[in-house]
């Protein structure tokens, strides 16, 4: 018998731990609502007409044994141990862990209140239930009504008379329920369910009592069977529905299904009744529809874990076993495009127009009776040998469908048929079947994300296939909207973003109040920080336009600047930055590739001023303390320098030695070569606006050192300047890397402690000095920022 993890034990197992966490968060943060809620239940238990507590607890301890040993009986005689050693390995380990969650939460007196006759306290967790609960739901009680009704009364009671009797806490009975059902989802997917695939007479037997007369029964692969019947009876293509297949690939649709709203659920989230009905309701509602499709003869429940669904087989074969998937220039495949044989012929080079017109009219007809397929794939479209186009793999439609399901059917087939026959036919062929109306709207909707799977492997595997297809859509049809739609509801970047934020959450929950930083401030050298922040937004303004050719006003420059402190707050590092600067440059009539040229300059002058500037200063941090006669231990040493250079000369030979580093390295390197070296040519033309510009953003991490360095001397300390200079451009570096907005939390954690180990800081003052400079330099700008945002945009510059 095979053993398959199911991923939904382990989102169980995180929802559980989650649940955990949560009541312990509520009995150490929250002590007085636990203790009232403790005071308030053992009120309410003693109204409670109830038998005396030590027969109560013999007939409920009693119980505890009796229900699962009785179960564990029962399970052996009828489906062997294996099940119930994974029982008792779930039990022992919830009876271990809440023993360790004893020790551990010892100290959350919200859990536990003395014992009857002053005796010591009670358990943080009520380790009696736990045990139980987690043998019962590791061996499993899906279809079993009777003994989980027998569970949910013997733990109800138990608990009731633990409350009773005074040894258990309202917490310490929820902590105890969480623990056992987290352990035994945690126990089944560390040691997998077992799945015992039926044999064939099982499948057999159980399909005579449907009325098919099976002959013989041929396993074709995992969960797939071939029947044939007698007295000449069309063969059966049997799909068996098991753990094994709900289990296969859910996380991946399981995260298909948090990023794309439109994704199908996933079918390992449904009970298996359900999806039984659902894929057989799919089958007979296609059917009905008219579309060739498989459709289902029987329909055969073998058990609670186990059951399958017979259609008559189809004699045709998938797209994807048929055709070559490369076609050539002229939008046909390679070959004669009107050359398909079906069936069992030999490979032909291509679909003809009458196979793909019928793909669209298949399509047409479930479209017709709003039937979503959701899963088109060169898989799932099959050609029998007389040229009939079959739609299969209906499992994950819809039926009633809406708009957007529909749309994304024909943006699909589009797909599928364009790998085999070009895009040209593909798309002609659906114009003259659909009409141009739901062909122009499936336009925005050709995606690879809204695709199936095995659809986007397949046209990963053909680069300009998806724009080639887009283009000749527009070509026939110019008014189409090309524009794609939203599908995402969850980038990797967004998750990356609140997985970051929340960090940062916590980072600033531990920083010093900022109130009493600033009340207890040197107010000169406050005033002289607050002057040199603002400072820097007219240096900045004469930096940016240093690298414009065109002339730009300053007025407008510097409002965009101080714009740029709002934008930051809401875009990670420095990418809202780069967005406002080139929207300004456009509305100021400067062409889109200049001014992504002129950006481009400029952070590439930045990147190297910056590199410069931590280079120089940090060579100054370690002559400072070499002539002190002290250690920089802090920077790095020469050895290091050494190595690193080593390194990048390691990286430079393997790029230029090996083709596929060396043609990824020239695409990088294209738009630095295309756009920014004419631009930068274009500006040594005007040595002086280059300079400006140079000079300025010079003077931008000056003022910013400046600032940073009356920061730290408005709080009483003293550092060299050399060392608050290499705080900054490191710091700041970072910040720009992090992909939380304005680098938050990250320059709150390197910075102090850069400034505390260069600057010979203690590490309250450092805190305190960082926490000022970015009050000056990150927070308080967002209001000004903000006016001249909303002032901009009013006057149209941006």
């Known amino acids: 018998m095979d053993r398959v993890r199911h991923p939904a034990a382990l989102i169980r197992t995180a929802v559980g731990t989650c649940w955990i966490l949560l009541v312990l968060l509520l009995a150490g943060y929250a002590r007085s609502s636990a203790l009232g809620l403790d005071s308030d239940v053992a009120r309410g238990v003693e109204l409670l007409p109830w038998p005396p507590a030590k027969l109560t607890a013999a007939l409920c301890g009693a119980a505890l044994l009796t229900v699962p ?117 945690a126990a089944r997917y560390a040691v997998g369910e077992p799945v015992g695939s039926p044999t064939e007479e099982q499948i057999a037997t159980a399909l005579a009592g449907t009325g098919v007369r099976p002959a013989a029964v041929l ?155 959701r899963s088109l794939s060169p898989s799932t479209v099959l050609l029998d040998a007389e040229g009939q186009v079959h739609l299969v793999g209906l499992a994950r439609g819809e039926i009633a469908a809406s708009d957007l399901l529909l749309r994304l059917d024909v943006a699909g087939l589009l797909v599928v048929l364009a790998l085999h026959a070009g895009p040209r036919r593909a798309v002609r062929a659906a114009i003259e079947v659909l009409g141009p109306g739901p062909v122009g709207a499936a336009l925005p909707l ?28 527009q070509h026939r049809m110019p008014q189409a909207t090309a524009v794609p739609v939203r599908l995402e509801r969850l980038r990797p970047r967004t998750l990356l973003t609140i997985v970051a934020c929340v960090a940062v959450g916590y980072v600033l929950l531990r920083l010093p109040n900022p109130v009493a930083v600033v009340s207890g ?23 940016f336009s240093g690298f414009v050719p065109e002339k730009l006003s300053f007025r407008s420059t510097l409002a965009v600047q101080t714009a740029g402190s709002f934008v930051k707050v809401v875009a990670p590092g420095g990418v809202g930055g780069l967005a406002l600067n080139t929207r300004y440059l456009q509305c100021a009539g400067v062409p889109t590739a200049q001014a992504m040229s002129s950006i481009g300059v ?86 002086g606006r280059l300079a400006t510009g ?47 907005p304005g680098g938050l939390g990250g320059v709150e954690v390197l910075m102090p402690n850069l400034l505390a180990v260069t600057g010979h800081l203690d590490g309250s003052s450092a805190q305190a000095s960082v926490l000022l400079f970015r009050l000056l330099t990150f927070i308080l700008p967002v209001l000004p920022g903000w006016a001249a945002f909303a002032w901009l945009k009013r006057r149209g510059q941006i």
């Open 694 to 740: 140079v000079a300025g953003q010079l003077l931008v991490s000056m003022c910013f050192v400046v600032c940073l360095y009356c920061c730290t001397r408005a709080v009483g300390q003293h550092p060299d300047f050399d060392a608050v200079a290499v705080t900054f451009l490191a710091g700041n570096a970072a910040g720009n890397v992090l992909p939380t």
């Open 69 to 185: 040993l009785g179960f564990a009986v029962d399970r052996v005689l009828r489906e062997g141990g294996r099940r119930v050693a994974d029982g008792v390995l779930a039990a022992v380990l919830a009876y271990g862990l809440s023993l360790g969650l004893d020790l551990l939460a010892g100290s959350l007196t919200a859990l536990t209140h003395p014992l009857p006759a002053a005796l010591g306290r009670t358990d943080p967790v009520y380790g009696h239930l736990a045990p139980v609960l987690a043998f019962m739901t590791a061996v499993g009680t899906d279809g079993r009504r009777r003994w989980r009704t027998a569970l949910a009364v013997t733990l109800g009671l138990s608990a009731l008379s633990g409350l009773v009797t005074g040894y258990a806490t309202p917490l310490s009975l929820v902590l105890a329920l969480l623990l056992g059902w987290t352990t035994a989802h």
């Open 219 to 373: 396993a074709l692969g995992p969960s797939r069977y071939l029947v044939t019947q007698r007295d000449g009876r069309p063969e059966l293509d049997v799909h068996l529905l098991d753990r094994y297949a709900q289990a296969s690939g859910l996380l991946g649709h399981l995260w298909l299904a948090l990023r794309l709203r439109t994704a199908p659920r996933p079918l390992g989230l449904r009970p298996l009744r359900a999806g039984l009905e659902h894929q057989t309701l799919l089958g007979h509602a296609a059917s009905a529809a008219g579309a060739r499709t498989r459709t289902p003869v029987a329909v055969v429940e073998l058990g609670p874990d186990c059951a399958l669904v017979a259609y008559r087989r189809i004699d045709a074969r998938p797209f994807a076993e048929l055709f070559d998937e490369a076609p050539d220039q002229d939008g046909a495949p390679n070959g004669d495009a009107n050359g398909g044989q079906g069936g069992g012929a030999e490979p032909a080079t291509g679909p003809t127009d009458a196979e793909l017109r019928d793909a669209w009219q298949q399509l047409a007809l479930l479209q017709r009776r709003r039937i979503a397929h």
């Open 446 to 473: 050709l995606q690879p994300i809204a695709l199936a799977r095995r659809t986007r492997d397949a046209l990963a595997r053909h680069k300009d296939l998806a724009a080639d297809l887009r283009a000749e859509v």
């Open 602 to 687: 400029s952070q590439l002058f930045g990147l190297l001023l910056h590199m410069l500037q931590l280079a120089v200063f940090s060579a100054l941090v370690g002559a400072d303390a070499a002539a002190a006669g002290g250690e920089s231990s802090a920077l790095p040493s020469g050895w290091v320098l050494w190595l690193a250079g080593a390194v990048t000369a390691v990286v430079a030979v393997s790029v230029a030695a090996v083709p596929s580093l060396r043609r990824r390295a020239q695409t990088l390197l294209r738009p630095l070569r295309a756009e920014v070296l004419p631009r930068l040519l274009d500006l040594a033309q005007r040595p």
């Open 521 to 543: 401030a040197d107010p000169l050298w406050l005033a002289g920080a607050a002057l040199w922040s603002a400072v820097s937004y007219p240096v900045a303004s004469f930096a």
